[in-house]
């Protein structure tokens, strides 16, 4: 089955940017969607279609896909963006979620 | 704006039947725009896509739970339900309901969700 694989965690100081990784078997060849969840609450979508932002979402929140990898970039993290990303693709019209990415603003 | 809502039990015993009811607000499930989802979360992080069904009926369902799962819907209510059988511990998750906006014909993002609910798997 489809795995979309992303690192456990990853550290930022704030004020600079934040790569969270996403990575899939032949990935650029699929749109990938990026959700935010913050403690205690429902995921939020941020990134749709790879690299659209939907209305609300910041500017410093963007997205690429290339190859078998794809990349939720943060420019400028603040202390609020301090959460949980999730990466989601379609495979044989199965959504298939990432394990998630804790990200920690230091 | 639409919004949904999940209710049902948040205790079910092992082999029983999970049953849980999404109540959308804000828009009509018959408008044809969504799919309509059920997605959990088990503690510790990972989310898993359970399956979801469209106004009229049509459901596509989570290969690996497929078994155990049937999500129906009620348009006169303006809700869609899901039914999980035979329980085990490993379904001890948090529920989310959310929309799938159709996009070139096939469900695409999952926006909005549902607050969540948990339901544990315990006698």
């Known amino acids: 089955s489809y795995e979309l694989i992303q690192p456990p965690s990853v550290s930022v100081s704030p004020g600079q940017t934040a790569s969270i990784t996403c990575s899939g078997d032949?990935?650029?060849?699929?749109?990938v969607y990026w959700y935010q969840q913050m403690p205690g609450h429902s995921p939020v979508l941020i990134i749709y279609q790879g690299s659209k932002r939907p209305s609300g979402i910041p500017a410093r929140f963007s997205g690429s896909n290339s190859g078998n990898t794809a990349t939720l970039t943060i420019s400028g993290t603040q202390a609020m963006d301090e959460a949980d990303y999730f990466c989601?693709?379609?495979?044989?019209?199965?959504?298939?979620f990432g394990g998630g990415t804790e990200l920690t603003v230091l | 704006q639409v919004q949904l809502q999940e209710s049902g039990p948040g205790l079910v015993k092992p082999s029983q039947t999970l049953s849980l009811t999404c109540s959308v607000s804000?828009?009509?499930?018959?408008?044809?725009?969504?799919?309509w989802s059920w997605i959990r979360q088990h503690p510790g992080k990972g989310l898993e896509w359970i399956g979801f069904i469209y106004y009229n009926g049509n459901t596509f369902y989570n290969p690996s739970l497929k078994s155990r799962v049937a999500i129906s819907v009620d348009t006169s209510k303006n809700q869609f339900s899901l039914k999980v059988t035979s329980v085990t511990a490993a379904d001890t998750a948090v529920y989310y309901c959310?929309?799938?906006?159709?996009?070139?014909?096939?469900?695409?993002?999952?926006?909005?969700w549902g607050q969540g609910t948990l339901v544990t798997v315990s006698s």
């Open positions: 032949r990935l650029g060849s699929k749109y």
């Open positions: 959310a929309g799938a906006p159709l996009y070139g014909g096939h469900a695409d993002w999952f926006d909005p």
């Open positions: 989601q693709a379609w495979d044989s019209r199965t959504a298939i």
């Open positions: 804000g828009g009509s499930i018959s408008s044809g725009g969504s799919y």
